[in-house]
């Protein structure tokens, strides 16, 4: 992609919720959810109503089926043979899980942000543009304009807009992890779903990405899987507590934190156990 | 106790590395050796000559090896227009979208399909392909092909590469990180999408690297070849003309005629020259890989 010298600098649209007429549901509600992966019941019977335009953090020991649980979100446990899930799942009223649903519609209007920053095999710029260019956006123009809005986001343009065309993989691990949010946001999701986004980096880098999350979430729904009570307590608005396979508690973060209502809330956040 | 064990890992070293090289060694003895034997003819024909004329006659002295060349380039490279692009949509299947149950059969038949002897292959392409050449295929395009051809040849060492090139292309595209075509299925990316531009694309090393070793492999392939192609010494003029390759020559006059003058001499270059085909071929293509790493990271 060729670099313009003289930008085109468009406003973006800005992303809301575009609430379907006649929805009355919370953006993403999860109903009677069981998930089993060969004979192993890993979800179990979760129902969760996850609110618009805010920070709900998923927390709960290792192995308690947090990760499994957004992975429903977007439908990545598509590929796997072994696991089988019954159950709903709506996204802005519609069941993903129906039959008829359509994957990479559902999938467009989620970004997400993996453990470790993932960038794709291609230049910075390419990276960014990559959703919208499988979308169908062309020109160079419209495509640097909306790489130059995103990278802006994520407070990432200064630090590489001399060198657009270098491979992503060049950017340190930070970097790469606002570039991925970026080429997430460039698909204008509704969702951003983080899977312990910040775990693999450095205290600054995380700083950075928590403070993005907290400057955007009065426009997309942000779910955050962490393993951090810290970060939860930071940034939540909402907090689900998961222990083996369950939901034992939801509630503000504020109710969930101070007044939590069941003995392993309490104890889990009160470093009773990991 | 610490010493000895000290000691043990001192010689263990330096075994090991008197092995590897040795094993270095072996190279340029073959190179060394052959381009020793070959040294008579050079001298007096000339490397030119050699290289540019394609009169053989050994028995007048005329030693030419440009149809030779030209046969072993040209069944290769048919071979491997043949087997890429089948190796790559098989591999790509059998990685991304075939059940475990299907990539586990499949890999198995894979190997099954490698560890036939070159001969079945060669008689399979006589009593196949041959007669389909030269009954159904050329006459479309030419008036008269014995069937024995440079299209035979390549396609009974397509047939013979694509086992290898799928199983190095089976692990080339597993390597690829799970994360990254989750990334790509994230932004809404088809399975289909995300296998050109993440998956292939991330593989181009590693896809390069099938293709030498197939390369070199077909290069040096003799057995089947030979049965199929028609052993005539000259220039080929269509796919569905005889051609003679290198190896084919080598292992059909080895050990025969050798009283006349200068014959051992000559296919000593022949071997010499497909040794020195390879090793260019693989230095290049390392440069190659050097190359794209440098520019795109992958």
């Not at chain 1, 980096?201 to 955007?216: A, C, H, Q, R």
């Not at chain 2, 694509?162 to 994230?186: D, H, N, T, Y």
């Amino acid at each position: 992609m060729e670099l313009l010298t003289e930008p085109l600098i468009t406003e973006q649209p800005k992303t809301v919720r575009t609430r379907k007429p006649g929805c009355d549901k919370p953006h993403i509600e999860v109903e009677n959810l069981n998930l089993y992966i060969q004979n192993n019941h890993i979800l179990k019977n979760i129902n969760l109503s996850i609110p618009d335009k805010s920070i709900t953090c998923i927390i709960g020991p290792s192995g308690c089926g947090k990760t499994t649980l957004l992975r429903t979100f977007n439908r990545l446990h598509d590929d796997s043979v072994d696991v089988r899930i019954t159950g709903k799942l709506f996204v802005d009223c519609e069941d993903i899980y129906a039959k008829d649903a359509e994957v990479t519609h559902i999938r467009k209007k989620m970004g997400l942000l993996a453990q470790r920053p993932c960038s794709l095999p291609m230049s910075i710029i390419d990276n960014v543009v990559y959703g919208p260019r499988l979308h169908g956006i062309r020109g160079k123009r419209n495509l640097y304009a909306i790489a130059r809005h995103q990278l802006e986001a994520v407070g990432l343009w200064d630090e590489v807009k001399d060198r657009l065309k270098t491979p992503a993989s060049k950017l340190s691990i930070g970097q790469q992890q606002r570039l991925c949010l970026a080429r997430g946001l460039a698909v204008e999701p509704e969702i951003i779903l983080g899977d312990e986004a910040t775990s693999a980096l450095d205290p600054i880098s995380s700083k950075t990405i928590e403070e993005l999350f907290v400057s955007i979430k009065d426009r997309y729904t942000i779910v955050l899987v962490t393993h951090t009570l810290r970060q939860a307590k930071r940034i939540a608005d909402y907090v689900a507590f998961m222990y083996l396979g369950e939901l034992i508690e939801f509630g503000t973060a504020d109710q969930v934190f101070n007044n939590p209502k069941h003995k392993l809330t309490k104890e889990y956040i009160s470093g009773g156990f990991s | 106790m610490l010493k000895g064990r000290l000691r043990k890992d001192k010689i263990a070293r330096h075994y090991m590395l008197t092995v590897t090289i040795l094993a270095m060694f072996v190279l340029l003895l073959i190179g060394g050796g052959l381009l020793f034997k070959s040294w008579p003819i050079i001298q007096e024909k000339g490397l030119w000559s050699l290289l540019s004329t394609s009169n053989w006659r050994p028995f007048k002295g005329d030693f030419g090896f440009a149809s030779y060349i030209i046969s072993t380039l040209y069944v290769t490279g048919i071979a491997i227009v043949i087997a890429l692009p089948l190796s790559l949509l098989t591999s790509i299947y059998i990685v991304e979208y075939a059940s475990p149950k299907i990539q586990r059969a499949f890999s198995s038949g894979v190997d099954l399909l490698s560890g036939i002897p070159p001969v079945i292959y060669g008689v399979w392409g006589t009593l196949t392909i041959v007669p389909f050449i030269s009954e159904k295929l050329a006459p479309n395009f030419v008036e008269f092909s014995t069937g024995y051809s440079v299209l035979a040849g390549g396609i009974v060492l397509a047939i013979m590469i694509i086992p290898l090139i799928i199983s190095i292309l089976m692990e080339v595209f597993g390597a690829v990180p799970k994360e990254m075509r989750e990334a790509s299925m994230s932004l809404g990316a088809t399975k289909w999408q995300t296998v050109k531009k993440v998956v292939v694309r991330k593989s181009i090393p590693g896809i390069v690297a099938a293709v030498v070793l197939a390369i070199s492999r077909a290069f040096g392939e003799t057995i089947a070849v030979l049965m199929v192609c028609g052993n005539f010494t000259d220039l080929p003029k269509s796919i569905f003309d005889a051609c003679y390759p290198i190896p084919a020559l080598i292992a059909n006059n080895y050990g025969e005629m050798m009283s006349v003058p200068k014959y051992e001499s000559a296919l000593m270059f022949a071997a010499f020259l497909l040794f020195f085909i390879i090793v260019v071929f693989n230095v290049i293509s390392r440069i190659v890989l050097i190359q794209i790493d440098k520019r795109y990271q992958l």
